[in-house]
């Protein structure tokens, strides 16, 4: 608790810390919001959802409601789906549901619509078809999101594992604390907790805040806050043992902005054409989160590849934790030589 | 004994081998003030932070307060009061904050009153509530002694507790030591001041290479040496090892 008192005392670096991210997240979403990504609402049938099914990913295509949201009076309206993307994607997925979409016209809803004394020509099913312009663009706002969380657990952490460990070491503060009673493992644990708290609090408030500006189902809160925990897991153990390693603060500022790059970078290359999320990508640290984060706020996570995502990284993050705490019971490395 | 080491070794990588302390042995008794002299590099500090657990000797051993520093580490911490110029404070807490802090780590009863006593003890009430870093350097002293006492230990290991002081901050450390030794405390003092060793110290050790060289009072130490003035003597222990090296 001291630790965190401490922390909290400091008062412009903590406001700093969690008012930025959250700032950065509402501005970022905004924009994001506004800016000019056609998305369309499609509904289509059970035979075009068949056709299209082993395409979805391809497609960008995600079942989002099964028909709640298109009042079409018509058998075999059972299914809307998102489309995501940008405007010249939009228009290459309607090219490949146009057919589908004829032949659902042909066999299902003119007859239905015959039956009731309408007769609808092919120029009428758009009207039908896409009922919403101006949706969302969750797919391109998910590569957005899961880079930028990455960055900010590893730039809280970093700002918190210097503050507890480097700095208190130049300022004897270590020291002091070391020659008390209490055990060198707690020391470390304490400061430990503390940085993966603080860290930890500065993503959940982000991706609680992203969440609401892009209107997520509530079951997406519980979804990012499970991928987000061994993130923070993995970004603590790599920076408690980097500050508490390094010679002084100043090394620790050094060598901690090439940390962040690289995590950053690795939540970049999650978002390069071709890099899926599959059993493969799942294993390497933050890429397989980053996939998992993306699918999870936009097309949606697949639940069995969610639980070796999450199982992997946790044993990374777990792994990551025990070995910082490995390097700082060592001998000298804690205090110096 | 309160303090008894036995052979003593510890050896740095950085990266080549260094023998920062070759052997050390050292007595100190209840009640006693002992000061530990030495030329820079001698291994004043890491002695003392061997005898404090805070680094793990490579060889020998050593007994604080009755308690193993190998064995029981835990115990020679919760005996001793641990004081060294790298020693800082929190700029953060106040002191009644810190000190309630360091107290409730030590286990100390009612640590409250145990606070209050201390900064009454140490003329600290008027700024118990204020940040550490808006104290003087002289208050920042007292808490640091008081943190150090704040669990009344038998044992006070002071390593150039007043380095860098101005006169009335090392005042204060060195009235903290004249109470301590009244009140039956066990002291073993280093600093490169040879008047606080000489009003302080019932008796000298002093190091040279790693290793204690003599180990007297400051009379017998005049007897050994045929110096007069205790820096005299600290040359002549210090320089005689280094013909003997």
Not at chain 1, 5 to 18: A, G, N
Not at chain 2, 229 to 237: G, K, M, N, T
């Amino acid at each position: 608790m001291l630790e965190v008192r401490r922390l909290i005392r400091q008062r412009l670096s903590m406001v700093l810390l969690v008012l930025t991210p959250l700032v950065a997240t509402v501005l970022l979403g905004w924009t994001v919001g506004r800016e000019g990504v056609v998305v369309q609402k499609v509904a289509v049938s059970p035979a075009a959802a068949a056709a299209l099914e082993a395409d979805w990913a391809a497609l960008g295509l995600v079942v989002v409601d099964a028909g709640a949201p298109v009042s079409v009076d018509v058998d075999g309206v059972d299914l809307v789906v998102h489309q995501r993307g940008d405007p010249r994607r939009s228009a290459a997925v309607m090219a490949r549901l146009e057919p589908v979409l004829g032949d659902w016209e042909r066999r299902v809803r003119a007859p239905a619509w015959a039956g009731v004394g309408v007769e609808v020509g092919p120029e009428a099913r758009w009207a039908l078809a896409v009922v919403d312009h101006s949706v969302s663009a969750a797919d391109g706002t998910a590569r957005l999101v899961a880079p930028m969380w990455v960055f900010l657990v590893l730039s809280g952490g970093l700002y918190v594992a210097l503050e507890l460990f480097a700095v208190d070491r130049e300022r004897g503060l270590l020291e002091a604390l070391l020659a008390t009673r209490v055990d060198r493992r707690t020391v470390v644990d304490a400061k430990t907790v503390a940085v993966a708290g603080v860290s930890g609090l500065v993503v959940l408030l982000s991706a609680g805040v992203w969440g609401l500006l892009r209107g997520w189902s509530v079951w997406t809160y519980p979804g990012v806050a499970v991928l987000l925990v061994p993130l923070v897991a993995q970004s603590t153990g790599g920076l408690v043992a980097l500050c508490g390693w390094v010679s002084s603060s100043r090394v620790g500022r050094a060598l901690g902005m090439p940390v962040m790059l690289v995590g950053a970078g690795l939540a970049v290359v999650a978002g390069l054409p071709g890099v899926e999320l599959n059993a493969v990508w799942a294993v390497v640290p933050v890429v397989g989160l980053s996939l998992a984060l993306e699918a999870m706020v936009g097309t949606g996570l697949d639940a069995g590849i969610g639980v070796w995502v999450v199982g992997v990284a946790a044993l990374q993050g777990v792994g990551a934790v025990m070995g910082a705490r490995w390097l700082l019971l060592r001998e000298g490395v804690l205090l110096g030589g | 004994m309160s303090i008894r080491a036995r052979g003593l070794r510890k050896r740095f990588y950085t990266p080549q081998p260094v023998d920062a302390v070759r052997r050390v042995d050292l007595d100190v008794g209840p009640g006693e003030v002992v000061g530990l002299l030495g030329p820079n590099g001698a291994g004043k500090t890491t002695t003392l932070r061997m005898l404090a657990t805070l680094m793990v000797p490579d060889d020998g051993d050593a007994e604080v307060a009755g308690f193993s520093v190998h064995g029981e580490p835990a115990q020679v911490r919760a005996h001793i009061g641990f004081l060294s110029p790298n020693t800082g404070l929190y700029p953060r807490l106040t002191p009644r904050e810190l000190l309630r802090h360091f107290a409730v780590v030590q286990g100390v009863d009612r640590p409250d009153d145990r606070v209050a006593a201390l900064l009454a003890q140490f003329a600290l009430e008027e700024s118990a509530d204020r940040l550490c870093e808006r104290l003087s350097t002289g208050q920042q002293q007292r808490v640091n002694i008081a943190r150090a006492l704040v669990h009344d230990p038998p044992v006070l290991i002071f390593d150039e507790p007043t380095l860098g002081l101005d006169v009335m901050a090392a005042r204060v450390v060195l009235d903290c030591v004249r109470d301590a030794r009244a009140a039956g405390r066990t002291v073993l003092y280093s600093t490169h001041v040879m008047r606080e060793v000489e009003q302080l110290c019932d008796r000298i050790a002093i190091m040279a290479d790693g290793a204690v060289r003599a180990t007297d009072t400051l009379a017998g130490l005049r007897d050994r040496t045929g110096a007069h003035y205790l820096e005299d003597v600290f040359l002549a222990v210090v320089q005689a090892t280094d013909v003997a090296a």
